[in-house]
């Protein structure tokens, strides 16, 4: 059974650093790429970063570039995510998402259940 | 990037309805097209992938259509637990939007 576990969530002011960790069981982990999607309090679905099974391909979206790190650990099956200056907008709860092939462009086929995060004073 | 834009971003329909919603892209992806259920508090289920190719489990009732710029996503005959959000997700590069969403929700 695949299951990703999410943490690492929490408040944090603006301007501050959290990192997200997923850990990853069930399937071969460096076979698939990985993923973060974002969703706001009632908004939508935001991809935020994806990266290949191996870790060299990495791709963000504008608003996560220069200020968000994806990596991976696949010794230890875990997918992370490293947020600097952090900002309100980034409010949001943090889904770790499996890709269905080894590259970051793909479909997700399993979702954690997901880790807040809420930047405010 | 790949826009994509979901109508209608709400819905009521009652059960046994036939529930129909688009997905449009800002430029052509082939059937790079996944579909996603989202209950609230959940995350969100995967439906269809590759534009019409049902995902294992999935219940016949819901279908996809389209390739290019243009999909559907329809369910045949709506259950109550089909009342939910859905997605759209082009998956033909990065970053992989998602469509804004479409509630349907209970007559």
């Known amino acids: 059974e695949v299951q990703l576990l999410e943490s690492g969530g929490g408040l944090v002011q603006p301007g501050g650093s959290l990192r997200l960790s997923c850990v990853a069981s069930?399937?071969?982990?460096?076979?698939?790429?990985m993923a973060w999607v974002r969703q706001a309090p009632g908004k939508g679905l935001d991809w935020v970063s994806g990266?290949?099974?191996?870790?060299?391909?990495?791709d963000y979206a504008d608003s996560a570039k220069g200020r968000f790190t994806i990596s991976r650990d696949n010794s230890k099956r875990t997918l992370y995510l490293q947020m600097n200056s952090l900002r309100a907008e980034d409010t949001a709860v943090y889904y770790c998402?499996?890709?269905?092939?080894?590259?970051?462009?793909?479909?997700?086929?399993?979702w954690g259940q997901g880790t807040q995060v809420t930047v405010s004073s | 990037d790949i826009q994509m834009t979901q109508s209608p971003s709400s819905l009521s329909a009652s059960v046994g309805d036939r529930v129909t919603i688009t997905c449009r892209a800002s430029?052509?992806?082939?059937?790079?097209l996944a579909w996603y259920q989202q209950k609230p508090g959940k995350a969100p289920k995967l439906l269809l992938y590759?534009?019409?190719t049902l995902e294992s489990g999935v219940p016949s009732r819901f279908s996809g259509s389209g390739s290019g710029t243009a999909f559907t996503l329809t369910i045949s005959s709506l259950q109550p637990e089909d009342f939910a959000t859905y997605f759209c997700?082009?998956?033909?590069?990065?970053?992989?939007?998602f469509g804004q969403g479409t509630k349907v929700e209970i007559k």
């Open positions: 590759a534009a019409s």
């Open positions: 990266v290949s099974g191996n870790g060299g391909g990495r």
């Open positions: 998402a499996k890709g269905v092939v080894v590259a970051p462009n793909g479909y997700f086929d399993y």
């Open positions: 430029r052509g992806i082939g059937n790079s």
């Open positions: 997700q082009q998956y033909y590069n990065t970053p992989s939007w």
């Open positions: 069930g399937f071969t982990f460096n076979s698939y790429a």
